[in-house]
C-alpha cells in the first residue's frame, strides 16, 4: 500500500492509496490523526482540495477527541477503580506465592507476588481482561456469524491506537481492540456486528449500512456509546 502525507491549514493528513473506487476520510481516536483512503491513481493536489473542503469537519472532530474525557492514570493499588464489561470495579490488592486476577462480588482481586509492582499488576489484569473478552468473543461472534450466514472468522485480540476493531476481508480474519474488555456488552456487539458485515461488504457504503441496520437496528446508538466513553491517555 502506498502512502504519503499531505498538510492542510496545519492539519497533517496521512493518504493511503488502495484499490478501491471512492475517497474515505476519517479523524481516529485517541489522538485525532486524520488519514484519506484514497483510490490509485488520484493526484496529491486533487487530495488536497478534497481534505480543505473538509478541513471544518476534520478540526471539529479533532476537537472532541481532545476535550473527550481520559482515563486516570492507573497505580494498581487497592481501593483504585477499574472497569470490566461497562461496570466499576475497585481494585483489591494482595500478596500471594501465585500470580491470579478474579472478580469477587464489586471488586476485582488482584493476588501478586510484588503488589508494589505496577508493571506485573498491570500485565496481570490485562492478561486477566485479554482471557475474559476472548470467551465472549467466541460466544458472540458465534451467535452473530450464524444469524448473518457467514462463517465465524478466526480472530486476535490486541492493543491498537485507532480502532476497536478490524477486518482482513482477503484472509476473513478479524481483530480485536483489548479495550473492549472494558466497555459494555452493547458497544463490544456492535464492534463484533461491524466488523462480520465486513465479510459482506469491504467499504463503508450505503450497502454496508444497509446491512449494520438490517443486522443490528440499534447500532448507531451502540456507535454513539462507545466513542462517548473515556479514552486512554493520549501517547504518541
Known amino acids: 500500500m502506498q502512502t504519503e502525507t499531505i498538510k492542510i491549514g496545519g492539519v497533517e493528513i496521512e493518504v493511503r492509496f488502495k484499490d478501491i473506487k471512492n475517497l474515505h ?3 481516529h481516536p485517541p489522538l485525532g490523526k486524520v488519514t484519506i483512503s484514497s483510490p490509485i491513481g488520484y493526484s496529491l493536489e486533487k487530495l488536497r482540495i478534497y481534505a480543505a473542503t473538509k478541513l471544518g469537519w476534520i478540526k471539529k472532530e479533532q476537537h472532541k477527541f481532545h476535550t473527550q474525557e481520559r482515563e486516570p492514570i492507573r497505580d494498581y493499588t487497592t481501593q483504585e477503580s477499574h472497569f470490566f464489561l461497562g461496570t466499576r470495579y475497585l481494585l483489591r490488592m494482595e500478596k500471594a506465592t501465585k500470580n491470579t486476577v478474579e472478580v469477587k462480588g464489586r471488586k476485582i482481586l488482584i493476588r501478586s507476588t510484588d503488589p508494589s509492582d505496577k508493571v506485573l499488576s498491570e500485565m496481570l489484569l490485562y492478561r486477566f481482561y485479554r482471557k475474559e473478552l476472548r470467551q465472549l468473543l467466541i460466544s458472540m461472534i458465534a451467535e452473530k456469524s450464524k444469524a448473518m450466514d457467514v462463517p ?3 480472530f486476535r485480540i ?9 477486518c482482513a476481508v482477503d484472509k476473513s480474519r478479524v481483530w480485536f481492540n483489548i479495550e473492549l474488555a472494558k466497555k459494555p456488552l452493547d458497544c463490544i456487539e456492535y464492534v463484533v456486528v461491524h466488523e462480520l458485515v465486513h465479510l459482506l461488504e469491504r467499504h463503508h457504503n450505503k450497502r454496508f449500512i444497509l446491512l449494520m441496520d438490517k443486522h443490528l437496528p440499534s447500532w448507531r446508538t451502540q456507535k454513539k456509546l462507545l466513542n462517548e466513553l473515556p479514552l486512554l491517555h493520549a501517547k504518541d
Open 152 to 154: 465465524a472468522p478466526p
Open 25 to 27: 476520510l476519517s479523524v
Open 158 to 166: 490486541r492493543r491498537m491506537k485507532t480502532k476497536w476493531g478490524s
